[in-house]
């Protein structure tokens, strides 16, 4: 009888993209900055996160935006094959209505990200509950390749990673490494084939 094989997927969240946080920004300059933050180049790698199979590693899964793609190309180097799927893009936010009113970049990013969750901020945008529906169908593409394949890799974003991996779980995978959500966060699971 064949002995059980570990399989592993890692999320990878994206390296910090080269747009600056300084200064306050009314509306409108939040929304510019939310537009640069999707459409800009990364920070330079200074190091590549420790732990991953690069030698195993020929294609990586990553979202559509730029910051995905370029972050997946500086770990894994230009001969690995990218996978990019709107699937694995983050979920989406937009800045709210605070006419003439200036404030640090963040109050605008968590107060839109807050009242999106809330369903009070997603005119045009998918919803909350499509958005973790969506991440679910990631859990189970990653799933299915990491039967096929034993190793997987996915770069993407903070919070589709996050529900990712909360699907993962209830999927039967196990949380062995967990970096955190930061710039270049590794969470690797494992599940037994089989299991």
Same mark, same amino acid.
């Given at each position: 009888?064949?002995?059980?094989?570990?399989?592993?997927?890692?999320?990878?969240?994206?390296?910090?993209?080269?747009?600056?946080?300084?200064?306050?920004? +009314?509306?409108?300059?939040?929304?510019?900055? *939310?537009? +640069?933050?999707?459409?800009?180049?990364? %920070?330079?790698?200074?190091?590549?996160p420790?732990? *991953?199979p690069?030698?195993?590693?020929?294609?990586v899964?990553?979202?559509?935006?730029?910051?995905?793609?370029?972050?997946?190309?500086?770990?894994?180097?230009?001969?690995?094959?990218?996978? %990019?799927?709107?699937?694995?893009? %983050?979920?989406?936010?937009?800045?709210?209505?605070?006419?003439?009113? $200036?404030?640090?970049?963040?109050?605008?990013?968590?107060?839109?990200?807050i009242l999106?969750?809330?369903?009070? +901020? +997603? $005119?045009?945008? %998918?919803?909350?509950?499509?958005?973790?529906?969506?991440?679910?169908?990631?859990?189970?593409?990653?799933?299915?390749?990491?039967?096929?394949?034993?190793?997987?890799?996915?770069?993407?974003?903070?919070? *589709?990673?996050?529900?990712?991996?909360?699907?993962?779980? $209830?999927?039967?995978?196990?949380? =062995?490494?967990?970096?955190?959500?930061?710039?270049?966060? =590794?969470?690797?699971?494992?599940?037994?084939?089989?299991?």
């Amino acid at each position: 009888m064949d002995q059980p094989v570990t399989q592993h997927i890692f999320l990878i969240r994206h390296q910090r993209p080269d747009v600056s946080k300084k200064g306050f920004f +009314n509306q409108q300059q939040a929304g510019q900055f *939310l537009k +640069n933050y999707d459409t800009s180049a990364i %920070e330079q790698l200074v190091t590549k996160p420790a732990g *991953l199979p690069y030698e195993h590693v020929t294609q990586v899964f990553c979202s559509n935006l730029p910051r995905a793609k370029q972050t997946a190309r500086a770990i894994f180097g230009p001969g690995v094959t990218l996978i %990019e799927d709107a699937l694995f893009n %983050e979920f989406q936010r937009q800045v709210f209505r605070v006419p003439k009113i $200036k404030f640090p970049i963040k109050f605008w990013l968590y107060g839109a990200r807050i009242l999106w969750l809330l369903g009070l +901020n +997603n $005119k045009g945008l %998918e919803t909350f509950g499509q958005a973790r529906k969506r991440a679910r169908k990631a859990a189970l593409k990653l799933g299915q390749q990491a039967a096929t394949d034993g190793k997987v890799v996915l770069v993407a974003h903070g919070f *589709l990673n996050f529900f990712v991996r909360r699907a993962l779980q $209830k999927m039967g995978w196990r949380v =062995v490494r967990a970096d955190g959500g930061g710039f270049l966060g =590794v969470t690797e699971l494992v599940k037994k084939s089989g299991k």
